[in-house]
């Protein structure tokens, strides 16, 4: 079993970059009770072991209870599984207050030197493994009747851990960089690549929030789980900052709520969080040490069992992320609602920036005018889609957090923040699915494909494009299963902190059903898209059968939940740095290619038929004909021809509008689509030219076109289907 150990450690060593250590050194700054009503506890405990000398230094301040001689059974766990043994006598040892025990304070500070053969019972690769899961167990037995009188646990460290900021700013900064690129390249007319590079980084922030959200879980996660899951707090918005901590406390004592002191008590207060152990144990966090002996000095030896008001407070799932990131538990919530409303600002102001300095390089001459023209033209709009995409990222952060509040109730002000914030977010991104779906159906209706409305007006496709572009056109409805999805997630890892097993339970059923939609649907716009979303989904599904495991409803041995905690990093590891590097290199090329929709095939659905520049079209012949006729030209401010109006509509408004158009005029008018030139218009984007059918002026301005003309189009093409029907699923 330690070969197999060595051999899991040495491949984590492989892929795991962390600080070099200057010696080899194990410490512990914790000792926990193991035991219930254990008659001794530590208020200090400072244990360092250096290797290269056998040196063993400790300093320890406790209050016992225990009178009489004991003997002290000393067990060393690694991963569950127990590798040293040994039964030491105080009175053998010389050591001064152990021998015998006394009630009262019991201070050790002292040098002890390790025999070489103990020594050489420590695998190595005990100092190199980061979050060492290896613990120390200390059993006081009264010597006259052989009973356990008390039980400490201290917990080893060897320095090395895969919590690194530099990573969670590394991940957090290219995901960011790919949602920029991908706004860029949108900006600069190639929607086929922005929309692919959007996709993938959506798929892969929502991969980063499912990550964080198993460190919330209640679950007693191993500590290298808990240490790389906490990677990704920063995509739920637990992120530590100074000022936004005393600005929550703030907030909450000027709302009648009561903040929490359990970071700025330490030296009087034990924190116990919840791991891989199958009893709640203490772990005393770090103390200021200074604070600490300033306590110690005001007790009296005589008093010190019975006059210490050190309180415990137990940590789990959320507030075990808040307090690892150093935020009080009373200020989790407004914290992340903090960073939403930054991240949100922050854009609003991003784009602003960007819209002015083009305004300004046209202006000066430096940038061609034809350069982001869509972009400048319609920017208010373009910002209002970037404002609900943003909600959609925000959203699975907000759902866990807001429902984790209801149960916390900081304050009635908070309270109802994250009820308008809840329901406003559900509100938006409800009312926005349903527009989709409005749409959709009335392009079926119409064209016989959904994708010709929800692509060919640059108002619904700037605005509700979030929702849709990621999936193919027949599966725009997606959108709903994936809230839905993301809504009873967030509501067992909010509601239900009490329970681990439960949380994890669900999650297993949650993720095995969003994983069987996916694979059966295959909603994503290509494969290459699908191949990309449905991994992400494995990935999770197999997340949260370890998370099961975690939860030790199998009542497996220690060695087992372990080595799966080992296992567990390692793979979520390697699969992040194969999400990271696609991402990558698909936002390089997509800012620095001339042409990168060249690396995508053209879609099924045909959407590159419809998504067209406005500034790129030849509408003079149009908007002379728009004038003659009274109406005005087609554009982004012209509310009269956007086609998600009900009653005015480009591709299918009032019927009676039309009839009377056509009555006025003597003739009928070709339905036309908003993009459409009045010559014939570019193909796909594979450069290729596509031509409507000749239209036929003797029938009739219905929008469907008259059955005599769809008979004789089907005539004309029945081996070539309409433009706007090919790849659709009606050929």
């Not at 220690?558 to 990558?584: D, E, K, P, Q, R």
């Not at 099924?604 to 509408?619: E, M, P, V, W």
Request: aromatic share 10%.
């Amino acid at each position: 079993m330690r070969l197999s150990f060595a051999s899991i450690a040495s491949a984590l060593l492989a892929v795991t970059p962390f600080v070099h250590a200057e010696e080899r050194m194990l410490t512990s700054t914790s000792l926990n009770p193991c035991q219930a009503d254990s008659k001794f506890s530590a208020t200090l405990f400072d244990v360092i072991f250096t290797p290269h000398n056998r040196s063993l230094a400790f300093d320890v301040v406790g209050v016992s209870s225990i009178t009489g001689n004991v003997t002290i059974e000393l067990l060393v766990l690694a991963y569950g599984l127990q590798v040293y043994k040994t039964t030491i006598n105080p009175c053998d040892s010389d050591l001064q207050g152990l021998c015998p025990m006394n009630a009262g304070q019991i201070t050790l500070n002292s040098n002890a030197e390790i025999p070489a053969e103990s020594l050489a019972q420590v695998p190595g690769i005990a100092y190199t493994v980061p979050d060492l899961d290896a613990r120390v167990q200390v059993y006081f037995n009264q010597t006259d009747t052989a009973t356990s009188a008390a039980c400490v646990e201290a917990e080893l460290s060897n320095g090395k851990t895969v919590n690194q900021k530099g990573v969670a700013w590394t991940v957090a900064v290219l995901a960011g960089l790919a949602l920029v690129a991908s706004a860029i390249t949108s900006g600069l007319g190639h929607s086929n690549t922005a929309a692919h590079v959007a996709a993938n980084a959506m798929a892969l922030f929502g991969y980063f929030q499912a990550q964080a959200m198993i460190g919330m879980t209640a679950v007693n996660l191993p500590p290298i789980v808990s240490s790389w899951t906490q990677n990704f707090q920063w995509s739920m918005g637990v992120i530590r900052v100074g000022f936004l901590q005393t600005l929550a406390t703030w907030y909450q004592r000027a709302t009648g709520g009561t903040p929490s002191t359990v970071l700025s008590n330490l030296s009087s207060a034990s924190v116990r969080v919840e791991k891989r152990s199958l009893q709640d144990y203490t772990q005393l966090a770090s103390r200021a040490v200074n604070a600490l002996h300033n306590t110690l000095t005001k007790r009296s030896n005589a008093g010190s069992a019975f006059t210490d008001s050190s309180t415990t407070v137990t940590v789990r799932g959320i507030e075990r992320v808040g307090f690892t990131a150093g935020i009080e538990r009373t200020n989790i919530f407004m914290t992340g609602y903090v960073f939403f409303l930054i991240f949100v600002i922050f854009v609003i102001l991003g784009v602003c920036i960007f819209k002015g300095i083009c305004e300004l390089l046209v202006r000066a001459g430096r940038m061609k005018g034809e350069k982001f023209q869509d972009f400048r033209n319609g920017w208010t709009t373009v910002l209002k889609g970037i404002m609900f995409r943003i909600v959609l990222i925000g959203y699975p952060q907000m759902v866990v957090l807001c429902l984790w509040e209801f149960t916390r109730k900081d304050s009635p002000a908070i309270v109802v923040l994250a009820v308008f914030t809840l329901f406003s977010m559900l509100a938006i991104l409800g009312w926005a699915s349903s527009k989709v779906i409005r749409l959709a159906r009335r392009s079926i209706a119409m064209h016989k494909n959904p994708a010709y409305i929800l692509y060919s007006d640059p108002v619904s496709l700037n605005k509700w494009g979030f929702l849709y572009v990621q999936f193919k056109a027949t599966a725009y409805f997606f959108i709903v299963p994936f809230l839905v999805y993301i809504l009873i997630k967030g509501l067992f890892i909010g509601v239900v902190q009490g329970s681990g097993a439960v949380q994890a339970v669900a999650l297993v059923i949650i993720e095995a059903f969003y994983l069987i939609a996916v694979c059966v649907l295959r909603p994503f716009m290509d494969k290459k898209t699908n191949a990309f979303n449905i991994s992400i989904c494995v990935i999770n599904f197999l997340s949260a059968i370890f998370l099961l495991v975690f939860s030790d409803v199998f009542g497996q041995p220690g060695i087992v939940t372990g080595v799966m905690g080992v296992i567990f990093f390692v793979y979520n590891a390697a699969f992040s740095l194969i999400l990271l590097i696609i991402v990558l290199v698909a936002s390089i090329i997509a800012v620095t290619s001339k042409n990168p929709d060249t690396r995508y095939q053209p879609m099924r659905d045909d959407r590159g038929s419809f998504i067209k520049s406005q500034s790129a079209l030849n509408t003079e012949l149009d908007a002379l004909g728009a004038t003659a006729r009274g109406e005005d030209k087609h554009g982004y401010t012209n509310k009269a021809a956007r086609i998600e109006d009900d009653d005015d509509s480009w591709s299918g408004g009032s019927a009676s509008r039309k009839e009377g158009e056509a009555g006025g005029y003597g003739y009928a008018q070709p339905p036309r689509s908003p993009m459409a030139p009045a010559a014939p218009y570019a193909g796909s984007d594979n450069g290729s030219q596509r031509h409507l059918p000749p239209y036929d002026r003797s029938t009739n301005a219905s929008p469907f076109h008259g059955q005599q003309q769809a008979n004789r189009f089907r005539q004309q093409g029945a081996g070539s289907p309409s433009p706007w029907q090919r790849g659709a699923g009606y050929d």
